[in-house]
């Protein structure tokens, strides 16, 4: 049985829709380092410590020991959360951040910046603004080719 949305802390679901949307975007899970960095932590062990919360939770999944094997089992934290809207203004504030993290990124190809746009876009996605997910999405799969 899985812990109520409640339970599960603010770092734990942002963690959630990182590792979802960046599995979504590269077809793989990312590693430790790569949340460390995307997320603002200052450790590995913090991202470990997280990951097994979510893990004893219900909400991931490791396949092995690599550094690429967690699996979003159940995103109910994810979609629980995405019931909740953005206001319009919101909305046209997080596009515009995103808008700008392309322009960063196609001028420095930076790690840091690819990985705020996948934070950022899972973010549209949690908030429940799927078209503007979906076109973001699509925009950094062509970025990426």
Request: hydrophobic content about 40%.
């Amino acid at each position: 049985m899985t812990e109520p949305i409640d339970r599960s802390t603010k770092r734990q679901r942002e963690l959630l829709s990182f590792v979802d949307g960046f599995i979504q975007g590269h077809g793989y899970g990312p590693s430790y380092r790569e949340i460390m960095r995307a997320l603002g932590y200052k450790s590995v062990s913090t991202v470990a410590v997280h990951i097994d919360g979510l893990i004893s939770k219900g909400y991931l999944l490791k396949r092995d020991r690599s550094a690429r094997s967690l699996e979003v089992v159940n995103n109910r934290l994810t979609t629980t959360v995405a019931n909740r809207t953005a206001t319009p203004e919101q909305e046209k504030w997080l596009v515009m951040a995103i808008e700008q993290r392309f322009t960063a990124y196609k001028q420095q190809s930076s790690n840091d910046i690819l990985d705020e746009l996948y934070v950022l876009i899972a973010a549209l996605k949690v908030l429940g603004l799927d078209g503007a997910h979906e076109a973001m999405k699509s925009k950094l799969i062509s970025l990426r080719k």
